[in-house]
């Protein structure tokens, strides 16, 4: 079924840039698409982009094409998502989602969920 | 990009009780490409169908999926406890865009 793993709680200030990741475990990681979708604090979901862990092809939704990257290290299984020039705005709890191997499709699993708070 | 617009925003319903949420899209869904998850306060959501009408691994009968083109619907039969959480849906027919969320809550 496998498992997705996200690294611990950010906080940072206005301007600053965050890298969350994403380890994958109990399937193969280069064969299935990675998602990042975020929450914020009482909202609902919005999607962000989607890597191939093994090509490390990228797109992202157009709000966040000038300040979004994501990246894989396939030697660990794990996935990158680093947004820059942080805004308060930008506070949510960030989620990295497994999709199938055709890249656009249902979501599972997801990983638990990293909060990224932003505040001067 | 594709808009999905769920409805009610809130029900409230008892338990044993046929709960049936709306998800509307903006232009016709290529495939029936839609999908329902499950979210609980402090969790990550959690797949219930995929494909429109598909069960996801371990979801209860009691959840159903239908619908196609612009119109979907998902039913929950008789209301567990367990049931009561937010409820999204989302399209991945044209990249991916996820609904506002329904509000399931004890009547």
């Known amino acids: 079924q496998g498992q997705l793993v996200q690294s611990g709680t950010e906080v940072k200030k206005p301007g600053a840039s965050v890298k969350v990741s994403c380890k994958a475990s109990?399937?193969?990681?280069?064969?299935?698409?990675i998602h990042w979708v975020r929450q914020a604090p009482g909202q609902g979901l919005e999607w962000m982009g989607i890597?191939?862990?093994?090509?490390?092809?990228?797109s992202f939704a157009r709000k966040f094409q000038d300040r979004l990257s994501m990246t894989r290290d396939t030697s660990t299984s794990t996935v990158y998502m680093e947004l820059y020039g942080l805004r308060s705005e930008d506070t949510a709890l960030y989620y990295c989602?497994?999709?199938?191997?055709?890249?656009?499709?249902?979501?599972?699993?997801w990983g638990q969920g990293t909060l990224v708070t932003v505040s001067s | 990009e594709i808009i999905l617009t769920q409805s009610p925003a809130t029900l409230s319903l008892s338990p044993g009780e046929r709960a049936t949420l709306s998800c509307g899209a903006s232009?016709?869904?290529?495939?029936?490409?839609l999908a329902w998850y499950q979210q609980k306060p402090g969790l990550a959501p959690r797949l219930l169908i995929y494909?429109?009408?598909s069960r996801a691994t371990g979801v209860p009968d009691r959840f159903s999926g239908s619908g196609s083109g612009t119109d979907f619907t998902l039913t929950i039969s008789r209301l567990e406890p367990e049931d009561f959480a937010v409820y999204y849906c989302?399209?991945?027919?044209?990249?991916?865009?996820f609904g506002q969320g329904t509000r399931l809550e004890i009547k």
């Open positions: 890597i191939h862990p093994g090509a490390g092809s990228t």
């Open positions: 232009q016709s869904l290529a495939s029936n490409y």
């Open positions: 109990g399937y193969s990681f280069t064969s299935y698409y």
């Open positions: 494909d429109a009408s």
């Open positions: 989302q399209q991945y027919g044209s990249s991916v865009t």
């Open positions: 989602a497994r999709a199938t191997r055709t890249g656009y499709s249902w979501f599972d699993p």
